[in-house]
């Protein structure tokens, strides 16, 4: 029969994991940030219009007060074993002085150990693909074909 040390060891290296579970997805987002804006090839991370300077691309997330603002690594919000976020890609038009805006709903989690990006917005019916830091293109792929849709249909 356990006793009550066991049960505060067996405590403990539950929030342990716990934590672990979370840095380490943190850590994936921000790999995977860094990666998708070097995928799409920018000319430079910002660009300025009217004076101010912005960044091409944004990861957001909706907080449970409602409102959106820039994924913080050490303030973020997080649904079941996921961290829900949103990828903004500025589309300039420097000429005409305006910026059109797309975006995709996607969520980070790592089922079984293995890192996977869900969402809703993927085209062919798929909702979950697989993310490998290393051979990282594929994702990268899904993900943009879904904002070329929405910059076509715009």
């Known amino acids: 029969m356990p006793s009550f040390s066991d049960l505060q060891a067996a405590s403990s290296a539950a929030v342990s994991n716990e934590r672990t579970y979370w840095s380490n997805l943190v850590r994936l987002l921000e790999e995977f940030g860094t990666q998708f804006v070097k995928y799409l090839q920018l000319p430079s991370p910002t660009f300025v219009l009217e004076g101010r300077e912005r960044h091409y691309v944004t990861f957001t997330q909706k907080k449970s007060i409602g409102t959106n603002?820039?994924?913080?690594?050490?303030?973020?919000?997080?649904?079941?074993?996921?961290?829900?976020?949103?990828?903004?890609?500025?589309?300039?038009?420097?000429?005409?002085?305006?910026?059109?805006?797309?975006?995709?709903?996607?969520?980070?989690?790592?089922?079984?150990?293995?890192?996977?990006?869900?969402?809703?917005?993927?085209?062919?019916?798929?909702?979950?693909?697989?993310?490998?830091?290393?051979?990282?293109?594929?994702s990268m792929d899904k993900i943009a074909d879904v904002l070329k849709s929405k910059a076509e249909a715009m």
């Open 69 to 138: 603002s820039t994924f913080d690594p050490s303030d973020y919000e997080k649904t079941e074993r996921s961290i829900p976020f949103t990828i903004n890609v500025a589309l300039p038009d420097v000429s005409q002085g305006n910026v059109r805006e797309i975006s995709i709903d996607l969520a980070l989690s790592a089922v079984d150990g293995k890192p996977s990006i869900h969402s809703a917005e993927f085209i062919g019916g798929e909702r979950i693909i697989r993310y490998d830091s290393v051979a990282y293109r594929s």
